[in-house]
């Protein structure tokens, strides 16, 4: 077995999500499956920000508006172009999966270290960091944060 070149170690495949007037930046990694939009059923008692769930692979799954669970009310009749279904991060705990809710199309792109810079920016809740990526602006989510919120709503309903 070869070792690879050292430029394939600096790159990392990320999904450019967009979520109404922000993008959202993450590693592919954290993306099950990007689906076109379906119907959500809501929870009995759900806050704004949780659109209800949704069955995909045998399994409810939460549907989050990022930018409502992040604490903005920019736009409260988002449209809604695509389901992106989210891998947990954290090692325990529920959901499994949960979805997020996304504006437009995701793109996968690879990132290396010169095309990202920080900048200065106003962040909410559930973010950890702006960045640009190239020309483009975006936000690394806090994705501890978001599951944390998801799981209160499945202990509650």
């Known amino acids: 077995m070869s070792a690879l070149p050292p430029e394939a170690?600096?790159?990392?495949?990320?999904?450019m999500i967009p979520i109404g007037q922000?993008?959202?930046?993450?590693?592919?990694?954290?993306?099950?499956?990007?689906?076109p939009w379906r119907r959500v059923r809501p929870?009995?008692?759900?806050?704004?920000w949780?659109?209800?769930?949704?069955?995909?692979?045998?399994e409810e799954v939460p549907v989050v508006r990022f930018d409502l669970v992040n604490g903005s009310d920019e736009d409260p009749e988002l449209k809604a172009r695509c389901?992106?279904?989210?891998?947990?991060?954290?090692s325990s705990g529920l959901p499994r999966f949960y979805a997020l809710v996304a504006s437009g199309l995701p793109?996968?792109?690879q990132l290396?270290?010169?095309d990202?810079?920080?900048?200065?920016?106003?962040?909410?809740?559930a973010e950890t960091l702006a960045v640009n990526i190239g020309a483009e602006e975006a936000v690394v989510p806090n994705l501890e944060f978001l599951e944390a919120q998801v799981h209160t709503i499945l202990i509650g309903s």
């Open 9 to 15: 170690l600096s790159e990392l495949s990320c999904v």
């Open 43 to 48: 929870y009995a008692k759900a806050p704004q």
């Open 50 to 58: 949780c659109l209800g769930h949704t069955n995909w692979r045998g």
């Open 116 to 125: 990202v810079t920080t900048r200065s920016a106003s962040l909410g809740q």
């Open 83 to 90: 389901v992106v279904i989210m891998n947990r991060v954290r």
């Open 22 to 35: 922000r993008s959202v930046v993450l590693p592919n990694e954290c993306v099950a499956e990007i689906l």
């Open 107 to 109: 793109r996968i792109f």
């Open 112 to 114: 290396t270290d010169d």
